[in-house]
Structures are given as C-alpha cells and as structure tokens.
C-alpha cells in the first residue's frame, strides 16, 4: 500500500467513525428522564393510548399539573421538546408534571413520532 493509499484509508476510516458516533448520538437522543411530580392533585388528565395523546391539547395554569395515564398495550412515553418534562417508556401508571411558568409546550413519543400534543400554560 502506498503512502497516499494509506492516509486515504485512515481518512476513510476516520470519517466512519464520526458517522458511527453521529448515528449512535441520535439513537440516544432522547433527554434523561425528569422524575414525576408526586403530591399534587392534577388540573387535568391525559389518556395515553395506541397511538394518539387523547386529548391532545390541554390548557392549565401557572402552578398547576397534568396527569398523563397510560392505558397500553403498547408503550409511550411523554417527552417535551425542551426536556422540561420525560417519562420513562410505560404501558400503565401514570406521569404527572407540575408546570411553573406560562407558554405553549410541545411534547411526543420517542418511539411514536405520529403521538404529539401541547400544554397550554396561561
Ligand atoms: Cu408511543
């Protein structure tokens, strides 16, 4: 193999590797899991089921939660766009999140990308 031959491989390989670490960086894209709020009576109630947040706007106020209870078979979760608010993947039970401060928050389903809805805070 000739020198020239050899940087271009490495190269090659080089490049492999950010592509690996690129695609391994999003498969774990989903943010940490933020623990549910426990002690408080919810404002509203989300069904979680296959596969749609029903209903999947719902507005509260400042200082006040959202219960999400998943119904199954299959397994959901509620991720926010900003990460202020993740469950963990579940098929029953329920996540509750107390939000603080007003504004439009987006959420979906890691693994259902169809599953969206929105808090309205205000
Ligand atoms: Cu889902």
Not at 13 to 24: K, Q, S, V
Request: contains cysteine; proline residues 7%; hydrophobic residues 45%.
């Amino acid at each position: 193999m000739t020198r020239r031959a050899l940087r271009s491989a490495l190269a090659t390989a080089a490049i492999a590797a950010l592509l690996a670490l690129g695609l391994a960086g999003c498969s774990a894209g989903k943010p940490d899991p933020v623990p549910s709020d426990t002690g408080v009576e919810p404002a509203v109630t989300v069904r979680v089921i296959d596969n749609t947040f029903e209903p999947a706007h719902v507005s509260v106020k400042p200082g006040q939660a959202v219960r999400w209870v998943f119904e199954g078979p299959d397994q959901h979760d509620v991720v926010a766009g900003d990460g202020s608010f993740v469950s963990e993947l579940m098929s029953s039970g329920e996540y509750v999140h107390v939000f603080a401060t007003a504004g439009d928050f987006l959420y979906d389903c890691s693994i259902h990308p169809e599953m969206t809805g929105t808090v309205t805070v205000g």
